[in-house]
């Protein structure tokens, strides 16, 4: 993907782009699996923008840095599950965090700039957004086009739907879920937060342990200028100090930096390990009990 793309929320001066949009990215990608009768029907009733979305702040666009809009998505903290402001069938009443799933709602991409990874930078939005809000799960109705992309981000198929179009036909959709990885989110915080108490230790430990003149300079092999000898009688303790720290921090600060840096990446591989374990022993219910061995 370009690094020339960036995400925003969407405004309502970006309604009418938004339309134009979400029309050339039904007819461009969605005729593989609707037929041209159920194309049209959706985008007089079912389809378009959601202005709920865009005044609560939920709905995104990306666009280049000449501020071209390649795609569009939001997520819902209204029970809503799909249709924008000409569907009949809304709910604009408030989800519970504690016992709903948000919704993940309104994906649309320009045909010329499928598969760039819009979608994946848009959901990826959507998603922190909504567990920042505090929903655990996240659900939509997706597009028979958009099920598979959806499968590859983790979320599953629960229920095939048909929305009713006016001239009497359905447009057949798919309810997915997913449920969000608190446990992992929380690991992944905790272990990069001790990696950096670590590292700030380690810093630390050495800037108070450390005599000047004692560490050998890793480029040439030569030691490392002393500080001034000057004595307590003839200066003040906080010049001292201060004479001491300025080498100490010429010398430590890149060695503990690099050092912190590397307990980070430790505990990252970590993460990534116990995930996969996790994917291998299914829920955690099912784990076997950990050894003590």
Known sequence: MSAGWTIRPATTADIPVLSVLIDASVRGLQARDYTAAQIESAL???YGVDTQLIADGTYFVVEDAGGTIAG????SKRKTL???DAFNAREDSLLDPRCDAARIRAFFVHPDWARRGIGAMILAACESAAIAA???RLEMGATLTGVPFYRAKGYRAVEDLAVPLPDGDALPIVRMEKTVDKLGLMRWRTGHLWALAAGLALIVVLAFTCQPGSVADSGTGMSAPSAPRTSVESAPAAKLLQSHFDWCGQVLLPVGLRLTLSAVRTADGA???RHSASQCYGPL?????????
């Open 44 to 46: 007089r009733a079912v």
């Open 285 to 293: 219910y099912r784990r076997p009990p950990p050894s003590f061995s």
């Open 82 to 84: 799909y249709g924008g």
């Open 271 to 273: 993460r990534h390990h």
């Open 72 to 75: 569009c998505g939001g997520w």
């Open 134 to 136: 505090g929903f655990q």
